[in-house]
């Protein structure tokens, strides 16, 4: 049976991701909707390529442009944010939810609709207000499939036992550019050496987070919202060959893992389809070629981030929003050359002691969520040189 399918950040490395496993499977999905955020031009060519039947994308300003890229094709098209919940209001069976960064949040919480699935991507989301979406995701009885490579892994070896008797589930991060550079070269590294990442081929925000380790830390919290486990069971591995992305370890010593090649194809396949395996033509993983897998501790010293992060989700309440949301701003002024590399994880923690004091209860709708995540991006810019626009 076909599915419907509209993709929220079609024209972003996951969407594009999306779109080649859609064209591979075409017999699979029906495409309904594409949302973009500035780009019309690509996001026309992406809705021409899937043929679907409607574009929305997020800028009011590109609304003309798109239209006329559209114009003889018979695809309709919006912009403004208007249009972009228009397009996840349209009957769909499911949503891959890939837009960059808290603006997906909202798009991503409407789409929550009785019966759907959502092919998670944005991480953002759960961060910024995880109680609240998982909450009416279950009341409405949608299923949440992650495609962020390690919550995927984690979610298919989860599936070989039961929660209670986890002691540890563990997801790996590669290291990211600077696995091996010392506090003081990394230190003065540039965004553009921050965004070389070795093994993913990613859009900018999670290039960066990936060389703070922010990135691993965003998703312990993802893990946690998604499998309901405490931060005592969640850990992290560096694993430079990014082959092994989720382990669990199970309370009578066994472990059971989800490996495969670093291409994100492989998870999106896996949450687009979600009851059974596609024939995918990837390369296969040949481990004997490869021959060795290593393992790490992460190094606290050198990637702060991810000790900041873990504080985060050990304190609650609201401080994962605050630390989001103070991240998503300094990495911004960090891509702009306004703050040196370890002025993000110094922004993150000074912003979150000024919060950790008022003991705010966790958000538990997304409108108090986005309350607190625009007060903790206001005190971030104030602690951050150059202007940047909360
Ligand atoms: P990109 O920056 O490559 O793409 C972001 C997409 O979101 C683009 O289509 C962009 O449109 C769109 N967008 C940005 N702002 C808005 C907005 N306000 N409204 C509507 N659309 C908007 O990001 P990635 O694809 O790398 O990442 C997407 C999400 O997936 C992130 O949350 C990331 O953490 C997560 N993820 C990504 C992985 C990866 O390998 N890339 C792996 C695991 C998770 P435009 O191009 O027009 O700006
Ligand atoms: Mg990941």
Redesign the pocket.
């Known amino acids: 049976m076909t599915r419907s399918l509209t993709i ?8 594009r991701s999306t779109a080649d496993v859609v064209l591979a499977h075409r017999d699979e999905f029906r495409v309904e909707a594409v ?5 019309a031009l ?2 026309a060519e992406v809705a021409r390529r899937l043929g679907a039947r409607f574009a929305a ?2 800028d009011e300003g590109g609304a003309a442009t798109l239209q006329q890229a559209l114009s003889g094709t018979g695809i309709e098209s919006g912009a403004g944010q208007s249009a ?1 919940l228009e397009a996840v209001e349209r009957e769909a069976d499911i949503i891959l939810a ?4 808290t ?2 949040l909202v ?1 991503t919480y409407a789409a929550l609709k009785p019966g759907r699935r959502i092919a998670l ?4 989301s759960l961060v910024c207000a995880g109680d609240a979406f998982m909450t009416d995701a279950r009341r409405l009885n949608v299923e949440i499939m992650p ?3 390690e919550h995927n892994a984690l979610e298919h070896a989860l599936a070989a036992g039961l929660n209670r008797d986890v002691e540890k589930a563990v997801i790996t991060a590669s290291g990211g550019p600077f696995r091996t550079w010392s506090r003081q070269r990394i230190s003065s590294a540039s965004a553009k050496e921050a965004s070389a990442h070795p093994v ?7 290039n960066i ?1 990936s060389a703070t380790l922010m ?1 691993k830390g965003l998703e312990l919290i993802e893990a946690h919202h998604l499998f309901g486990l405490g931060a005592e069971r969640l850990d992290v591995l560096v694993h430079p060959e990014a082959i092994v992305h989720g382990l669990v370890q199970w309370t009578d010593g066994a472990v059971t893992a989800g490996l495969a090649l670093p291409d ?1 194809k492989v998870p999106i396949a896996n949450a687009l389809r979600g009851d059974r395996r596609l024939r995918m033509e990837l390369p296969r993983l040949d481990l004997a070629a490869i021959g060795r897998l290593s393992f790490e501790r992460p190094d606290d010293d050198r990637f702060p981030c991810l000790a900041l992060a873990k504080a985060a989700l050990r304190a609650g309440g609201a401080i994962p929003t605050v630390l989001n949301a103070a991240n998503e701003i300094a990495v911004e002024a960090y891509m702009a050359g306004s703050i040196g590399f370890y002025d993000i994880p110094e922004t993150v923690e000074r912003v979150c002691s000024t919060f950790s004091g008022r003991q705010i209860s966790t958000p538990a709708t997304v409108a108090e969520a986005l309350a607190i995540d625009r007060e903790a991006r206001q005190t971030a810019c104030r602690l951050i040189p150059a202007p940047v626009e909360a």
């Not at 929220?8 to 969407?15: E, P, R, V, W």
């Not at 993913?200 to 999670?206: L, N, V």
Request: proline share 2%; no cysteine; glycine share 20%.
């Open positions: 929220l950040g079609a024209t972003g490395s996951i969407g949302v973009g955020g500035r780009n690509a996001l994308l997020a972009v890939a837009i960059s960064g603006a997906g798009p991507a944005n991480k953002e495609v962020d490579s993913w081929s990613m859009g900018s925000k999670i987070d990135n994100m």
